[in-house]
């Protein structure tokens, strides 16, 4: 296959993305001005719902803006051959393959965070202000960003250096040595996630004595659940939006609950919240998350080692000689499609440990408080509550709040 072709099957894979989200985003603010279904009823008022149409009609616009925008950079960049241009450039004045690819990747996270970081910016500060979500002030945004820039320099800098060492060093066989270490990447952050990352960001502190957590303590005694970490997490310096999560493996794990999350809910309902996060605990869903993760990468890896050293992949990209880091753009492009089907059928397999979580939080605390949680949390962050099924196939890791509400109805009766 020679290099015209491939670049034809690049442009066209990245034209039939763009089409495809562009439907699907369609469908779905259509379908987000259907009618409130009946089990829905009295999560939005009437001012509330025109708000969440507004917020979403918002969103949509915007969102199919920046998709379009960058689709246009990305196409004209890969038909004119600046990604190519950019490496013969680069090696005019550097002496080492390992270094022109550690150039490389650095100036496009340079250039790509520049181009989106007006989107970002107008995201944030303008709509998310509008609608009354926004907390970030201008000094936490700027420093949120030189965090990230130190931390992708840092760790990404130093799993890009073990890569192409490890390509320089094995060929084609890299992929199996450094899926090990990717490996032991993610079962560390797994692990310390919140203990070494997220303070960075947020400030943890233990839950405080109180109603809260007594009740919390009380179910924890009732499942046998090793309750030890639960901390709240001050999610209001960013957003008044609130959330739950559970971290970590064995004497590491930890649930967060977000500091707006209590504000806004009740004692029965943040401890129906608490359960549900036990319901993924007791049902090992971390875990399977983990190993999933696992063999996702292993498969990225082997088939990215079947084109890592292609010449005519790199002359595609507008190179002169074979480029690693020009292959590795392209992989990313022409793995897009078995990265979709991979990503649907992790999606799925999320969608029904949601379930699972639900059900067993049901089943030992309650179906109304829960119910009554989430329905709060689809008003307060003004979500769509009739997305299209196909979006919802494609996209979402959690059931949208009417299936879930069906299916605890459904445990209830």
């Known amino acids: 296959m020679n290099e015209i072709v491939i670049l034809n099957i690049i442009l066209v894979i990245v034209l039939f993305d763009f089409t495809v989200e562009r439907v699907l ?16 009823e009295g999560v939005f008022d009437e001012e509330q719902y025109n708000k969440s149409q507004r917020y979403q009609g918002v969103l949509n616009r915007f969102g199919n803006f920046s998709a379009t ?30 270094v022109t690819t550690l150039i490389f990747f650095g100036v496009l996270f340079v250039i790509s965070d520049l181009i989106a970081l007006p989107f970002s910016i107008y995201r944030t500060f303008v709509i998310e202000e509008k609608f009354g979500f926004n907390k970030t002030t201008v000094k936490t945004f700027i420093l949120d960003k030189i965090k990230s820039y130190v931390l992708t320099i840092i760790i990404g800098g130093v799993l890009l250096v073990i890569f192409l060492y490890l390509v320089s060093a094995m060929g084609s066989g890299f992929w199996i040595y450094f899926w090990v270490v990717i490996t032991v990447f993610v079962l560390i952050m797994n692990m310390f996630y919140t203990s070494l990352i997220l303070p960075l960001f947020n400030k943890l502190k233990p839950l405080e004595n109180g109603d809260l957590k007594s009740s919390i303590e009380t179910f924890s005694q009732k499942v046998s659940f090793p309750l030890k970490n639960i901390f709240v997490m001050d999610g209001s310096r960013r957003s008044s939006k609130g959330n739950a999560f559970f971290s970590g493996l064995g004497r590491k794990k930890k649930v967060v609950l977000f500091d707006t999350l209590i504000e806004n809910h009740s004692v029965e309902e943040l401890t129906a919240v608490f359960a549900h996060e036990v319901g993924h605990y007791k049902k090992r869903h971390i875990y399977l998350s983990t190993v999933l993760s696992i063999l996702q990468t292993g498969i990225i890896l082997f088939l990215l080692s079947r084109m890592i050293l292609n010449s005519e992949v790199s002359y595609a990209m507008g190179g002169n000689m074979t480029a690693i880091h020009l292959n590795i753009l392209a992989f990313g492009i022409l793995f897009s499609p078995v990265s979709r089907i991979l990503g649907v059928g992790i999606n799925v397999i999320s969608r029904k440990n949601e379930y699972q979580a639900d059900r067993y939080a049901v089943k030992n605390y ?7 949680a989430l329905k709060k949390l689809s008003s307060d962050h003004l979500s ?22 069906k299916a605890m109805i459904a445990i209830k009766s």
């Open 25 to 40: 985003n369609y469908l779905n603010h259509n379908s987000s001005k259907k009618p409130i279904p009946e089990e829905l």
């Open 69 to 98: 925008f960058s689709f246009i950079i990305t196409f004209l960049a890969l038909y004119l051959g600046w990604f190519g241009w950019l490496d013969g450039w680069l090696r005019t004045f550097s002496p080492l393959d390992l």
């Open 366 to 372: 309650g179906a109304t408080p829960l119910i009554t």
């Open 384 to 405: 769509n509550l009739t997305p299209h099924s196909a979006y919802v196939f494609m996209h979402y890791s959690h059931p949208p709040l009417l299936q879930r509400v």
